[in-house]
């Protein structure tokens, strides 16, 4: 039985990877987007509705927010949808095989197939709380990377 519980608690937690990895350039959930903005210059806004935006980086890098209190913007969601120079600090990015993919993280906590598309679940939980990263493939490279 304690062996069971053990295989139970290193599933849960054999494919977390560590925050740090959880962002693209350092962009990630909770970055200030004044900071990115210091960093990357101003972006085009795409859509803003009761304190949530959301903003785009030539069209291929998307960013949303929500607005705490009279000036504090920060990142819920990051997504990169073209091989633009956007990576993980390991090196994962648009483009790159699955094969890639998996000697950089090992193998995903799950996978979902959907028509042409697969995608690729990675988490990092602290505290109850967590950060997931989705891998998009389409044929057998890398289409998009989401955060959130």
């Given amino acids: 039985m304690i062996l069971i519980l053990l295989l139970i608690a290193y599933a849960a937690y054999a494919n977390q990877l560590p925050t740090s990895e959880m962002s693209l350039n350092g962009i990630s959930p909770g970055a200030s987007m004044?900071?990115?903005?210091?960093?990357?210059?101003?972006?085009?806004l795409l859509r803003?509705?009761?304190?949530?935006?959301?903003?785009?980086?030539?069209?291929?890098?998307f960013l949303r927010t929500i607005q705490y209190g009279n000036s504090h913007e920060s990142?819920?969601?990051?997504?990169?949808?073209?091989?633009?120079g956007f990576s993980t600090p390991a090196g994962v990015?648009?483009?790159?095989?699955?094969?890639?993919?998996?000697?950089?993280?090992?193998?995903?906590?799950?996978?979902?197939n959907s028509n042409s598309e697969t995608f690729y679940h990675y988490t990092r939980r602290e505290s109850g709380s967590g950060i997931t990263m989705l891998i998009f493939v389409t044929g057998n490279r890398i289409s998009a990377i989401r955060i959130f």
Avoid: H, R
């Fill in 48 to 61: 803003s509705n009761s304190g949530e935006k959301t903003y785009s980086y030539g069209g291929t890098l």
């Fill in 75 to 84: 990142v819920t969601f990051v997504e990169s949808t073209a091989n633009n």
């Fill in 93 to 112: 990015t648009v483009g790159i095989k699955v094969s890639e993919l998996f000697d950089l993280y090992g193998p995903e906590e799950l996978q979902v």
């Fill in 34 to 44: 004044d900071y990115i903005k210091g960093i990357y210059g101003e972006p085009q």
